[in-house]
C-alpha cells in the first residue's frame, strides 16, 4: 500500500521558515522523485521542487523558479524520508502542499504519480 506521509507545515510570519517532512512507503523509493506540489486557493497546482531518489539521476533536484535560493529540497534514503526547507517565506508561498511520487521527471510535470494528503501552510503580513 503506497503512503506519502507529510507533515511539518503551520503558520509563519513573512520571513520566516518552516520545514516539511515526506516519509515514503510501498515502493521503491530509490526509483522515484519525491517531492513537493502545492495549490493555493482559486489557483492552479503547481510543482515546487523535487528529488531523485537514486538511478541515473539520483541527487538530482528541481525548483520552481519562485523559490529558488529560498527552498532546499534533500533526502535521507534510510528513513525513506524527504525535507523541504523553506526559507524566507512570503505570502504567495501560502498554499496546501502536496507530497508527491513520480517514476521520471516527466511523469512529475505530468500530475506525478501517487499522492500525498496535503498539509497547510500559511504566511502571515
Known amino acids: 500500500d503506497v503512503q506519502l506521509q507529510a507533515s511539518g507545515g503551520g503558520l509563519v510570519q513573512v520571513g520566516g521558515s518552516l520545514r516539511l517532512s515526506c516519509t515514503a512507503s510501498?515502493?521503491?523509493?530509490?526509483?522515484?522523485?519525491i517531492g513537493w506540489f502545492r495549490q493555493a486557493p482559486g489557483k492552479e497546482r503547481e510543482g515546487v521542487s523535487c528529488?531523485?531518489?537514486?538511478?541515473?539521476?539520483?541527487?538530482?533536484?528541481f525548483y520552481k523558479d519562485s523559490v529558488k535560493g529560498r527552498f532546499s529540497i534533500s533526502s535521507d534514503n534510510r528513513k525513506k524520508t524527504v525535507y523541504l526547507q523553506m526559507n524566507s517565506l512570503k505570502p504567495e508561498d501560502t498554499a496546501v502542499y502536496y507530497c508527491a511520487a513520480a517514476s521520471s521527471l516527466n511523469s512529475w510535470f505530468d500530475g506525478a504519480d501517487y499522492w500525498g494528503k496535503g498539509t497547510q501552510v500559511t504566511v502571515s503580513s
Open positions: 528529488i531523485s531518489m537514486g538511478g541515473r539521476y539520483g541527487g538530482s533536484t
Open positions: 510501498g515502493f521503491t523509493f530509490d526509483d522515484y522523485f
